[in-house]
């Protein structure tokens, strides 16, 4: 089960810290990350943590201004948005995916994460 909160709005060139819970089964063989949908528009990859070595990988558009870190005693995952700008407007959601290996590459392809909780709210404003 996953729950993510820390949503609001923010103003363009701020920053906003979103949080995960994770609850239920060992983390060690899931990668962990956030999908976005702003309105009208398709759901995106944001970014992931591949959670037993903490390797993270970007959407381009966010690559350099968000970053996703973990907690693994608290299994809570936290994605930072700095230098946010409207286009981040959207709500977040919070993903995993289940590998069947700890060396599998992180995917990209939002319909890779089987496992969503409910979305948080982010807005930018300008």
């Known amino acids: 089960q996953l729950q993510a909160s820390g949503g609001g709005e923010v103003q363009a060139g701020g920053s906003l810290r979103l949080s995960c819970a994770a609850s239920?089964?060992?983390?060690?063989?899931?990668?962990m990350g956030w999908l976005r949908q702003a309105p009208g528009k398709e759901r995106e990859f944001v970014g992931a943590i591949r959670w037993s070595d903490g390797r993270t990988n970007y959407a381009d558009s966010v690559k350099g201004r968000f970053t996703i870190s973990r907690d693994n005693a608290k299994k809570m995952m936290y994605l930072q948005l700095d230098s946010a700008n409207p286009e981040d407007t959207a709500v977040y959601y919070c993903?995993?995916?289940?590998?069947?290996?700890?060396?599998?590459?992180?995917?990209?392809?939002?319909?890779?994460?089987?496992?969503r909780g409910q979305g948080t709210q982010v807005t930018v404003s300008s």
């Open positions: 239920g089964r060992p983390l060690s063989s899931y990668h």
């Open positions: 993903v995993a995916r289940w590998t069947s290996s700890t060396k599998v590459v992180i995917s990209i392809v939002p319909s890779s994460y089987g496992y």
